[in-house]
């Protein structure tokens, strides 16, 4: 099943994106025209994933501009959308780092001049994601052999991007090109984002894969099941902490002690060299009914039970085995591997 993710509408004035919160039971596609509409969007979650919320962004920059008056306050108010975009999810440094090249382009500049180079610029955001995933996917089958189970958590495959994704681009390129895995998709509470949104794509695209609790991943690896792990993330600090859907650190950890190789893959616009630390990375919390009520035809917890929902946790750098780039892979130390091959930028 071939779908698309994001992309700019064919009149240019939104932006068409799959709403993933209907997964894996209806496919349908949203028309966003408005700030608000995109901004509700990456909130609920209908677009997700670091590269594909940076990809809508972008090029829902470009169609607020085309509908902003041609006077002197068009960069200020394209501005003034920039940061109502950035504050829909705070994590991801795709989305400020995206908005922010829009920005740069319709600096000084008035309505007419920028437009063509905003278009130009939104477009380039949707081809550097597309050739990185590409990159990313080559790069990963170097760490892998053919019939390793692999472990992944979340989603960060192409409904994460625009092709391929992340942590799941490895194996959609490697059955491509005839590679067999078995894959272990852990749910991904409470959002369930393994089970609504992995599992999808990988049975779609024909490869070998196991819907199992998040709490079962430390029993697989006890009995041998799993050569590794795969993961997508949302920043990466420069120090290489990641910040990742919760419950990544937990998959982490029992990788180390299990001696297995934790994988994390990223496009470099995921790495934030100003950020020192994991420690400096906020946390989004979101909603507490998304654990008690959201997938459920009643409550599955008491009535005003306190809950405490946070989005992400932090993966310390000495837990993880490698981080793969569209550049290359890095390895630990991060602040040494990661400053090399990319100049600390």
């Known amino acids: ?15 068409d994106i799959l709403d993933q919160t209907l997964l894996p039971n209806r496919v349908e596609y949203l028309r ?19 590269p594909a919320i ?17 006077d002197g306050e068009f960069a200020e108010k394209l501005g003034e959308i920039g940061s109502y975009l950035i504050s829909s999810r705070p994590t991801a440094v795709n989305l400020p780092h995206a908005v922010n090249r829009m920005l740069n382009k319709a600096k000084n500049r008035g309505k007419a001049e920028a437009l ?5 610029e939104c477009e380039a955001v949707y081809n550097e994601d597309r050739a990185m995933c590409r990159a990313i996917s080559e790069l990963g089958l170097t760490l892998v052999r ?4 692999i472990l992944t958590h979340c989603n960060a495959g192409a409904l994460a991007a625009t092709e391929y994704g992340t942590g799941l681009g490895t194996l959609l390129l490697g059955r491509e090109l ?12 409470p959002l369930l984002q393994g089970a609504r949104l992995t599992a999808f794509e990988l049975l779609s695209a024909g490869i070998d894969v196991t819907l199992i ?3 079962a991943a430390s029993l697989l690896m006890k009995q041998g099941k799993i050569n590794a792990v795969f993961v997508g993330c949302d920043r990466v600090a420069a120090n290489g902490d990641t910040a990742n859907k919760i419950g990544t650190r937990s998959a982490a950890v029992n990788a180390k002690y299990c001696n297995i ?9 995921t790495i934030d060299f100003a950020c020192g630390s994991g420690e400096d990375i906020v946390i989004e919390e979101r909603d507490g009914k998304e654990i008690t009520s959201l997938f459920y035809e009643k409550p599955i917890a008491p009535a005003g039970v306190k809950c405490f929902n946070p989005a992400f946790d932090i993966t310390e750098a000495e837990l993880i085995t490698a981080i793969v780039t569209e550049k290359g892979i890095c390895r630990y130390p991060y602040t040494q591997s990661l400053s090399a091959l990319f100049g600390g930028e």
């Open 213 to 215: 609790c998040d709490s």
């Open 1 to 15: 099943m071939k779908l698309f993710t994001v992309r700019l509408s064919e009149d240019e004035n939104a932006v």
């Open 261 to 269: 190789p934790f994988y994390v893959f990223c496009p470099s616009s």
């Open 146 to 149: 053919e019939g390793d189970g």
């Open 32 to 50: 966003l025209e408005t700030p608000g509409e995109l901004f509700e969007a990456i909130s609920s979650l209908r677009v997700r994933g670091a």
């Open 54 to 70: 940076g990809v809508a962004a972008g090029f829902g920059m470009y169609t607020a501009a085309r509908k902003l008056p041609d």
């Open 178 to 189: 005839g590679y067999n895995f078995h894959v272990y998709s852990d749910e991904t509470r």
């Open 116 to 120: 063509p180079l905003l278009k130009a």
